[in-house]
């Protein structure tokens, strides 16, 4: 069975950074093509980027250069390293294994931006 796990949440001032991580069991974690997605209160959750197995990634345009995920297979990982924060990006921050027919989504962790 797959599980993620989520650390790296915090609360940060405006123009600051946090590193999220995800680690992953259970899966054949070289293989996966993983991503991170965020909801802030009220509103949907909405996607932020993922990486392939060929470490192809995507962003979303509203963290685009500010934002950067990556992988390390050797400790089933994957990164999101978030600089420039702005309040707008406070949200629980979640962590999925995209597979078929469902997806593993982690427990989330939060992030909070203010000044």
Avoid at 49 to 64: M, Q
Wanted: glycine share 10%; charged share 15%; net charge positive.
């Amino acid at each position: 069975q797959v599980q993620l796990v989520e650390s790296g949440g915090g609360s940060v001032q405006p123009g600051g950074s946090l590193r999220l991580s995800c680690v992953a069991s259970g899966s054949h974690f070289s293989e996966d093509n993983m991503g991170w997605f965020r909801q802030a209160p009220g509103k949907e959750r909405e996607f932020v980027a993922t990486i392939n197995r060929h470490n192809f990634i995507l962003y979303s345009d509203s963290v685009k250069g500010r934002f950067t995920i990556s992988r390390d297979n050797a400790r089933n990982t994957i990164y999101l390293q978030m600089n420039h924060l702005k309040p707008e990006d406070t949200a629980v921050y979640y962590c999925v294994r995209f597979q078929s027919p469902t997806n593993t989504w982690g427990q989330g962790t939060q992030v909070t931006v203010s000044a």
